[in-house]
């Protein structure tokens, strides 16, 4: 925004207040300015082409605007690798400066492959694109807050019953007893402990083994579940009866299935919902203890 812009709000404003208030309007208006409207025109009585070059989770939310916009025709996804992202400095990142590289790429894969509406999933190589769903970040939307998979319908004008599952994997019988965690190191309410979990036998952690060995100083009769690629993570979760997560990859995985399952909400970064009768989030000690409780015992 320029001099003379700020100088003609200063002289609309009543005072300090509805100047800021008008300068935040103003960078909005500016920055949707800037977007170049996507074509609104979906294809039809073919397989549409998608592509997305965004972290895990974010594609996996972004699975409900695909199958609304193929209306529920089988279509193909093509991955981006390595662009760079925009982590806050304070969060560690497993990937580190990108949001999809090679190995998440094979680790995410077969997951998607195995779903009867993906005709194929490869990384981007000049392939023809109908549909580029990165254009949904250049729109001024607030990313740290409402839900991811609707941010979708904002720029592309659909909807999905996001009460209904978009994954569907073959759950591990072995997991039906368990509580599985998966609690990466962005996202944690600073509030919450989850030592409440000792009283549980069975409780699994599936993520990165650095996140486990630091769950594991408050859970000390938590176990390590390894995973060959997220196709078995999708199992395991689809097999354990509670899953408990935070803002991370595998409560995307937890929300597409509709399993039995807690969020962890982190009060600075709303962004993840939950949708249907299986699914609580919590932000305070007590209720998360309570929500425990109450949705293992009643499985």
Known sequence: ????????LKAKAKDSAEYRFLKHTQKYL?????????????????????????????????????????KENPFNLYLNLNRPADYAKHFKHPLGNVTLNQKM??????????????????????????????VMR??????????????????????????KSWLKVEADSDMR?????????????PNIRYKVLKRYPDVYFVGIKEEYLEMK?????????????????????AGSRLFIGNQSFP??????LKVNRLLEVYFEC???????????????????EKLVKMRYEME
């Open 1 to 8: 925004m320029n001099i003379f812009r700020k100088l003609s």
């Open 30 to 70: 500016d920055k949707l300015s800037a977007v170049e409207t996507p074509s609104l025109d979906f294809p039809a009585g073919r397989a549409v082409h998608f592509k997305h070059s965004g972290n895990a989770g974010d594609i996996i939310y972004a699975i409900p605007a695909m199958k609304a916009i193929a």
């Open 105 to 134: 790429f094979d680790m995410l894969s077969p997951l998607l492959t195995s779903q009867e509406y993906i005709t194929e999933c490869a990384v981007r190589n000049g392939q023809h694109i109908d549909v580029d769903l990165d």
């Open 138 to 163: 250049d729109y001024p939307l607030l990313l740290d807050r409402g839900n991811i998979a609707r941010w979708y319908f904002l720029v592309f004008p659909v909807t999905y019953d996001l009460n």
């Open 177 to 189: 007893n368990a509580i599985v965690l998966a609690r990466s190191q962005r996202y944690r309410a």
């Open 217 to 237: 100083k408050e859970i000390p009769n938590l176990k390590y579940r390894p995973v060959r690629d997220f196709l078995e993570l999708a199992s395991v979760i």
């Open 251 to 256: 409560f995307s995985i937890a929300e597409a």
């Open 270 to 288: 709303p962004n993840v919902t939950v949708y249907g009768d299986r699914g609580f989030d919590f932000s305070f000690q007590p209720q998360f």
